[in-house]
């Protein structure tokens, strides 16, 4: 199984910044669409961006402007930084990926632990 590592989540001040990382590990896949969710309690987990394996980014509307995802295909990495942070912003936020195996046919989701992003203000 494919496993994603998350790190960069912390406390910060409203207005301040903070960037996300997510590292896929194990052989024998290539990577499509990496994206980040963020999920409140209760609540439906939320697309906060993606991109494909071209480059093509998608943003949720609250987030447009503030935030960017990236990643970098060598290190099986993606990344969201995120500026201008806000209260409202205060979630856990995790990373997905999709892959694809060598050997099977389909495509499989994978989840990352997830990380607390909280601003305070």
């Known amino acids: 199984q494919v496993q994603l590592v998350e790190s960069g989540g912390g406390l910060v001040q409203a207005g301040g910044s903070l960037r996300l990382s997510c590292a896929a590990s194990g052989s024998g896949f290539a990577i499509n669409d990496m994206g980040w969710y963020r999920q409140a309690p209760g609540k439906q987990r939320e697309l906060v961006a993606r991109i494909s394996s071209g480059g093509t980014t998608t943003y949720a509307d609250s987030v447009k402007g503030r935030f960017t995802i990236s990643r970098d295909n060598a290190k099986n990495t993606v990344y969201l930084q995120m500026n201008s942070l806000k209260p409202e912003d205060t979630f856990v936020y995790y990373c997905?990926?999709?892959?694809?195996?060598?050997?099977?046919?389909?495509?499989?989701?994978?989840w990352g632990q997830g990380t607390q992003v909280t601003v305070s203000s």
């Open positions: 997905k990926t999709t892959i694809e195996y060598y050997n099977l046919i389909g495509r499989y989701d994978f």
